[in-house]
């Protein structure tokens, strides 16, 4: 299984981007790279994902490195309600998404 | 609007009943899942389902059994429910692998046993 590594915990100001990086050193090469992010007393919410390409959507970009053993998430303006934890996974065999601590990211007025 | 509903957002059970948690999935996804998820040790795999009468284990299932009769509906059971399984439980669907769209999750059941 892939496993990944993110920081604890980042702060950010609003209005200001935030990168949030994430390490899967030991992913394969079909596993695609997933985010997720879980506000206060919510489920996960899928944010975005990608195999090789950057990625964008309405939410974030996804940054992928050319050797795939790491990726960064990109909030390109940061809300207050962007304050969540945020998952870094990919999935293994048979489409299982495996979930680390995450990084909770805390956003400052 | 897609959704997965968990039956109960909150429920208190009382040490050795049999706890049964529903999850139902509006978007005729094949695979659904249980996690649980406790401060510190992320989200925990109890069990997945790929198709309807299908079960898999997990990473967690001692202590649990689930039960998928229907494609929208996936069933966690505490056979005989213990302190050590009071946690948020949450329910996840998707399509099958190889298209790898994302989780859709419930809100979670918060689940106390006394």
């Known amino acids: 299984d892939a496993k990944t590594t993110q920081p604890n915990s980042m702060e950010s100001n609003e209005e200001e981007p935030v990168h949030l990086p994430c390490n899967h050193s030991?992913?394969?090469?079909?596993?695609?790279i997933h985010w997720y992010r879980q506000l206060p007393s919510q489920g996960p919410e899928y944010v975005i994902h990608?195999?090789?390409s950057n990625v964008n959507n309405r939410m974030a970009s996804l940054a992928i490195a050319e050797d795939r053993k790491s990726s960064t998430l990109i909030l390109h303006r940061a809300t207050l309600r962007d304050a969540a934890v945020y998952y870094c996974?990919?999935?293994?065999?048979?489409?299982?998404?495996?979930f680390g601590g995450g990084t909770r990211l805390m956003v400052k007025p | 609007d897609v959704k997965v509903t968990q039956s109960s957002r909150y429920l208190v059970k009382r040490t050795g009943e049999k706890v049964f948690l529903e999850c139902v999935q509006d978007?005729?996804?094949?695979?659904m899942f249980w996690y649980r998820q406790d401060p510190g040790l992320g989200l925990r795999l109890i069990y997945f389902?790929?198709?309807?009468?299908?079960?898999e284990k997990g990473d967690i299932p001692e202590g649990y059994s689930v039960s998928r009769e229907k494609k929208e509906r996936f069933s966690l059971i505490l056979e005989s429910a213990s302190t050590n399984q009071t946690s948020m439980y949450l329910c996840?669907?998707?399509?099958?692998?190889?298209?790898?769209?994302?989780?859709?999750f419930g809100s979670g059941t918060r689940l106390t046993v006394v």
């Open positions: 990608g195999l090789t």
């Open positions: 030991t992913i394969s090469g079909t596993d695609y």
């Open positions: 389902s790929y198709d309807v009468k299908m079960k």
């Open positions: 996974t990919s999935n293994n065999a048979g489409n299982m998404l495996t």
């Open positions: 996840a669907s998707s399509f099958p692998s190889g298209l790898n769209y994302g989780y859709t």
């Open positions: 978007m005729d996804h094949e695979n």
